[in-house]
C-alpha cells in the first residue's frame, strides 16, 4: 500500500487534535490551527476565525487520512485471531474459613501464617486470552504467530477466526527464550484461508517516529485497532534472553499479546508482547525479522536451533572505552569450559570488536549475530588482547539447553539478573569464601532499580549463604512464592561490602 502524504499530513493533525489540547496544526492552505471550540488562526496580516469542523479546512485532509487508515486496519484485521488458552493448575485445599483468617492478616505476617496440614491439591482451570495473526497457510494447515506466554501450559487452545468461528489448534512449536509460538489450524476450517494471510515486514527498516497500528483483542474486545508511533528501538526490560523490542506509544493492554504491530503499508513489522504495569504509553513489540527466524525454527524443526559461543560477555562502560581508545566491542568475563570459544582460545579480558568484519556497538549484536549462525558454521572474530589486534575463527555450537547450562549460569528475568558459579581464582579475587557472581544486569529492571552492576558477587540472600546459582534460584524462589522482598548481601573486587534490597520485581 503506497504511502501517500495525506495520510502523513492527516494523521498528524488528527493526533494533535486528539492528543495535544491546546496545540496547534498547520492545515494546507499554512494556516495554524489551535486546538479548541472556536479558534483564531493568521494567515500573513488577515485574521480570521476558523471553526474547528469546518469542511472547507479540515473535512478533505482527515477524510482522506480515515479512509486510507480504514484500508490499513481492514486489510490486516482478516489476519488477526483471538487465542483461548485453557490451563491446569494445582492449588492446595484448605479447611473451611482459614483463607477468611488469612485476609485479617497483615500480607507482611501471612508467611507466618500458614496452615501445616493442607489436604490434597486440587486441580483448577485457568482460562486467559491472546491474539495472533495468520501468516503462513499450505494445502493443510493455516500457521498463526503468538507470544508464547499467551499459550504455554495450556491443556486446550482454541481460534477464533472472525466473528463466529472457533477452532481447536494445536501447538507447531514455542520459544520461551524469544517469547514466540506458533500455533496451527485446520486449512478447510478457515473460511478464505488463503486471503487472510497478512504481509510480514521488515522490521531492520523500522525507524524512531514511524506511524504504526497495533490490532489485538485488549480485555476481550476483539479486532481492536490503536495507532501511535514507534518511540524507541532496541529496547532491553529483562522479560527474556534475547530482547530487542520495539517500543510504542500505540495503546497496548492484556489480551493484545501476540497480535501485530502494522506499519502504514499494512505490513506487520512486530509481535505485540508487553506492557509496563502502571505505565502510560509504553509497550513493546518482538521485530518481526526475529519472529520470523524463529517460526521458520520451529516449523521446520519444532524447536529453535541457535548457534552458540559460550561466552559471559559484558558492554564496555565508558572509561574502560576511553582508556583503552576504543568505541565499540563488548567485554568476554567469563569463557565456559568445553565452549567453541574455550577451544577457539578465548580468554576472559578479551575484547570481541568484530564478527566477520562487522563492529559490535552492543551485547545483544553478538548474542544474535551468534544465535542465527547455523552450528557448525565458521565465524571470524576481531578480538583486542592487551594492546593486540588478534583475528580468532571460531566454529560456532548448537546452544545448550538451559538446563544443560544451569550450572554454570542463570538468567533470572523477573529480576533482570544474570548469574555465574565462581572459579576458585574469582573468589581469591574478591577474598571471600563463596557466593555467585552477578555476569550482567539487564536495564530498567529491578535490579538495575535496586543499585545491582556487574561483577558483584552476592555472598548471601535473607542472610542465607549462597554457594551456587542453584540455591540462589532456590532461596529466590521460595521468596517469590511469600512475596516477601530479596534482601542481597554483596560485595566488590575491592572489598566494599552492601546491602540491597529487590522488593518490586
Do not use: C
Not at 84 to 89: H, L, N, P, S, V
Not at 123 to 131: T, W
Not at 388 to 414: C, D, M
Amino acid at each position: 500500500m503506497k504511502l501517500s502524504k495525506t495520510l502523513l499530513v492527516g494523521l498528524a493533525l488528527f493526533g494533535g487534535l486528539t492528543f495535544a489540547q491546546g496545540g496547534q496544526a498547520t492545515t494546507p492552505d499554512g494556516h495554524k490551527v489551535s486546538v479548541g471550540v472556536n479558534v483564531v488562526a493568521k494567515a500573513e496580516k488577515t485574521e480570521k476565525k476558523v471553526e474547528i469542523n469546518a469542511p472547507q479546512v479540515l473535512t478533505p485532509v482527515l477524510a482522506q487520512a480515515q479512509k486510507e487508515l480504514h484500508a490499513i486496519i481492514q486489510k490486516v484485521s482478516p489476519s488477526v485471531v483471538a487465542i483461548f488458552a485453557t490451563k491446569e493448575i494445582k492449588v492446595q485445599s484448605l479447611p473451611p474459613g482459614w483463607e477468611e483468617f488469612q485476609q485479617l492478616i497483615p500480607p507482611a505476617l501471612r508467611p507466618y501464617f500458614q496452615f501445616p496440614f493442607q489436604g490434597q491439591p486440587k486441580v483448577k482451570k485457568e482460562k486467559s486470552l491472546g491474539s495472533g495473526f495468520i501468516f503462513k497457510v499450505d494445502d493443510k494447515w493455516v500457521y498463526i504467530l503468538t507470544n508464547n506466554h499467551v499459550i504455554s501450559k495450556a491443556k486446550r487452545i482454541v481460534v477464533k477466526v472472525g466473528r463466529l468461528k472457533e477452532v481447536p489448534a494445536q501447538v507447531v512449536g514455542a520459544d520461551p527464550q524469544t517469547d514466540i509460538a506458533v500455533i496451527k489450524v485446520p486449512k478447510d476450517q478457515v473460511p478464505n484461508a488463503d486471503k487472510r494471510v497478512v504481509k510480514l515486514g521488515d522490521s531492520s527498516k523500522v525507524r524512531v517516529g514511524d506511524l504504526v497500528v497495533a490490532i489485538g483483542n485488549p480485555f476481550g474486545l476483539e479486532n481492536t485497532a490503536t495507532f501511535g508511533i514507534v518511540s524507541a528501538l532496541h529496547r532491553r526490560i529483562g522479560l527474556d534472553q534475547y530482547e530487542n523490542f520495539i517500543q510504542t506509544q500505540a495503546p497496548i493492554n492484556p489480551g493484545n499479546s501476540g497480535g501485530p504491530l502494522v506499519n502504514i503499508n499494512a505490513e506487520v513489522v512486530g509481535i505485540n508482547t508487553a506492557i509496563i504495569a502502571n505505565a502510560q504509553g509504553l509497550g513493546f513489540a518482538i521485530p518481526i525479522n526475529l519472529a520470523k527466524w524463529v517460526a521458520q525454527q520451529l516449523i521446520e524443526h519444532g524447536k529453535v536451533v541457535r548457534g552458540w559461543l559460550g561466552v559471559v560477555i559484558q558492554e564496555l562502560t565508558p572509561p574502560v572505552a576511553q582508556a583503552l581508545n576504543i568505541d565499540h566491542g563488548v567485554i568476554v568475563l567469563k569463557v565456559l569450559p568445553g565452549s567453541p570459544a574455550q577451544q577457539a582460545g578465548l580468554q576472559p579480558g578479551d575484547i570481541i570488536l568484530a564478527i566477520n568484519g562487522k563492529p559490535i556497538t552492543d551485547a545483544t549484536q553478538l548474542q544474535f549475530e551468534i544465535m542465527k549462525t547455523p552450528p557448525g558454521k565458521e565465524v571470524k572474530l576481531t578480538v583486542l588482547r592487551g594492546d593486540k589486534k588478534l583475528e580468532i575463527p571460531v566454529k560456532v555450537g548448537e546452544q545448550p539447553s538451559p538446563q544443560e547450562l544451569s550450572e554454570q549460569q542463570e538468567i533470572y528475568y523477573n529480576l533482570g539478573l544474570v548469574l555465574r558459579n565462581p572459579t576458585k581464582d574469582d573468589l581469591a579475587q574478591y577474598n571471600a569464601p563463596y557466593g555467585v557472581i552477578v555476569a550482567n544486569v539487564y536495564p530498567g529492571s529491578p535490579a538495575a532499580a535496586a543499585g545491582v552492576k556487574p561483577g558483584m558477587l552476592i555472598m548471601r540472600v535473607n542472610n542465607i549463604p549462597i554457594h551456587s546459582v542453584g540455591e540462589f534460584r532456590e532461596i529466590v524462589s521460595k521468596l517469590a512464592k511469600q512475596h516477601r522482598p530479596i534482601v542481597l548481601f554483596v560485595k566488590d573486587t575491592r572489598g566494599n561490602f552492601g546491602i540491597i534490597t529487590l522488593e518490586d520485581y
